[in-house]
């Protein structure tokens, strides 16, 4: 029976078959699949009519994925560069007209407002996130943090005139409760949390070594 005689080149053939579009990720990713699903209140057994659970948590899931802290503050009129303190330097003040109004400078920390009261999960549960069932190692998890475009002198002094603040992504490896500050690295141009060599970094923490 010749016409079930698969062919030699059967995975070209499977390869031009698209049937339509997919949620399925086919982009390299360090972040566990979970880290980016939303937590919803919401009960597993759903009265007929309403929205299946899983289906809320997708609709969250892209609705999120479209803000963008940038564009949140920028529409509100703040310069996210100006978030920042720094050094006063009282050699270059600017004029009233530029500083609207205000010779001083920006001298509060953000950490003076940061209120965790309405926050859906704790430290430790955004933490979690990176656990993969099964797996001991503990994935980064994605965010966006202000961080100096230079950061070299970014280390040196965090405060300089001479930096310019951005949100940049980053992998969340770690949390201190002590100083409620949280450990991050910068993806790369692929959006991967890797070291200099390439590799993965997992676990997170910091090392012995500093």
Known sequence: VTQFRMPEDFKSVLDKQ?????????????????????????????LPGQSPRKVEVERRR???????????????????????????????????????DS??????????????????RTPEEWISLGLEPGSSDRKPVPGKALLPTDDVLGHEDPKSQDLIYEWINVGVLDYDKETELYLVHKTDKNGLVRDEEGRPILNGGVTAEG
């Open 18 to 46: 698209v049937v339509g579009p997919s949620t399925e990720t086919f982009t390299e990713s360090d972040f566990p699949v979970q880290s980016f699903k939303p937590k919803v209140q919401i009960p597993f057994e759903r």
């Open 62 to 100: 892209r609705l999120y994925l479209t803000f963008d802290i940038a564009e949140l503050l920028s529409s509100k009129g703040i310069d996210s560069n100006e978030l920042m303190p720094r050094h006063y330097d009282p050699d270059n003040i600017p004029p009233i007209e530029e500083t609207k």
């Open 103 to 120: 010779v001083f400078p920006i001298y509060l920390p953000l950490k003076v407002f940061d209120n965790d009261e309405y926050d859906c």
